[in-house]
């Protein structure tokens, strides 16, 4: 069979891979589920800044340059970057050159040196677009880790940022145990007093010992937990623990968190969130890799020829074809296998934007909860405590026990720990709604700004 006859039959033969279209269209409703808290600031990539806690911005600065995430992501970056460097490359010729020399001895004849050069040249013909395609692949994926660059960054933003309030949280905690400690250490010294003066009977000496050895547990017990909330830091910051507990050591309480408006809608998700883009791009890609597997079942052409350095009348020329007759069906197999990644692919676009969409739902939820509870928790701190004055003032005049006394004291702890946690998750809800409208990211700031 000549190759005018072959080349069609091969070519036809290519076109009967059947194929599924990906479908990565996804239905969004208009709005959000819950109101978006009041306040008209917009969000930006530098809100922890206006947050104004100089301890958590230092920690902030300090984890861009040392997170292990951050610095793996910025290698990702120059990896891809790479990549289509390397794939782009056979869109151009190739040439080699090579030199060698030859010195050879044998009895009964001179010496002699003999020199050789050659360069040879290469170029194989996209004639079906493979190579672009693959490029145009390659360079979608590298954009890809450019934004996921940048979702690290958002993401480590955030998770240093809760942790900070974790701790500062933990440790206010801490300072109402030790409270409670110094407390209960008086009553036990106003008991003894009661008890040697015959006021009260000798098991209030018991409860009062009791109830000294359970705050120390539950301030020790708090202390090891602000510990290990530093420690949590320090790993993700990719940072001495030392050096985080030196920046810890300053400052004190929760920061005040600057509000936003989530002014935009679920469909916005589509252009300011780094993994909704980041899987956008992936998802091109995989329909490039399609192109690229077809383009395998058509034929090559390269173009190659060598000259002779040290002898230029010396050269030779021509062309390669390449068919692709028979291979068990592996290019065909191929096809349908990217094939399946693209439609693979198109479901984990679609799965990332409904999570993107189910994260903003969940931290405008329980933002508007925490803000509710807030100041339920003052309430609650504040008659508990009038309450307590009223049996404590009872106890000293011997109208109340020490259990009861008791009794209502861990009440108001327990009030003053509630209001503390509550300030903690409107705190936390904020980042988390933050992070999950993207962090201030879009695709306009990651144009103009790089990664």
């Known amino acids: 069979m000549r190759f005018t006859l072959l080349i069609p039959t091969v070519t036809l033969a290519a076109c009967s891979v059947a194929t599924i279209e990906p479908d990565a269209r996804v239905a969004l409703a208009e709005r959000y589920g819950t109101a978006a808290p009041e306040a008209s600031e917009t969000l930006d990539l530098e809100w922890w800044s206006q947050v104004g806690d100089p301890q958590l911005t230092r920690l902030l600065a300090k984890a861009r340059d040392s997170s292990p995430d951050l610095r793996t992501a910025a290698a990702n970056v ?77 993401s480590l933003a955030a998770e240093i940022a809760d942790g900070y309030v974790r701790y500062r949280a933990c440790r206010m905690v801490e300072a109402v145990y030790r409270d409670a400690v110094s407390s209960q250490a008086q009553t036990l010294r106003s008991t003894e007093d009661l008890v040697a003066a015959g006021i009260s009977a000798a098991a209030d000496m018991s409860l009062a010992r009791a109830n000294v050895a359970s705050s120390r547990i539950s301030l020790e017990t708090q202390k090891a937990d602000c510990n290990v909330i530093a420690q949590t830091i320090a790993t993700a910051a990719g940072m001495p623990q030392s050096e985080v507990r030196s920046i810890l050591s300053s400052g004190g309480g929760l920061p005040t968190a600057r509000a936003f408006k989530v002014s935009s809608v679920p469909a916005d998700l589509l252009r300011q969130r780094p993994d909704v883009v980041a899987a956008e791009l992936d998802f091109s890609a995989t329909l490039l890799d399609v192109d690229v597997a077809k383009a395998d079942l058509y034929p090559s052409l390269t173009l190659g020829g060598t000259v002779t350095a040290t002898d230029p009348s010396s050269w030779s020329f021509g062309p390669a074809l390449s068919l692709p007759i028979f291979d068990g069906g592996r290019r065909r197999a191929a096809v349908r296998t990217a094939n399946a990644q693209a439609l693979a692919s198109a479901e984990s676009y679609r799965s990332t934007v409904f999570t993107a969409v189910g994260e903003v739902e969940e931290a405008l939820t329980r933002l508007s909860t925490a803000s509710k509870n807030l100041s339920n928790a003052a309430t609650l701190v504040s008659e508990y405590q009038a309450y307590f004055d009223a049996i404590d003032d009872d106890w000293e005049a011997g109208g109340a026990s020490l259990l009861d006394r008791e009794e209502a004291r861990r009440q108001v702890q327990s009030a003053m720990i509630t209001r503390i946690t509550q300030r903690e998750s409107l705190l936390r809800q904020r980042i988390a709604l933050y992070k999950a409208v993207g962090g201030g990211w879009s695709r306009r700031t990651q144009t103009t700004n790089g990664a």
Request: hydrophobic share 40%; no cysteine.
């Open 78 to 154: 120059l990896a891809a970057r790479a990549t289509v460097a390397q794939t782009g490359a056979d869109l151009y010729p190739g040439v080699t050159g090579e030199v060698s020399t030859t010195v050879s001895d044998g009895q009964g004849t001179a010496r002699s040196t003999s020199n050789t050069g050659l360069v040879d040249a290469s170029w194989e013909l996209d004639l079906f677009g493979r190579t672009r395609a693959a490029t145009g692949a390659d360079a979608l994926r590298a954009r890809s880790e450019e934004v996921s660059f940048a979702g690290a960054y958002v």
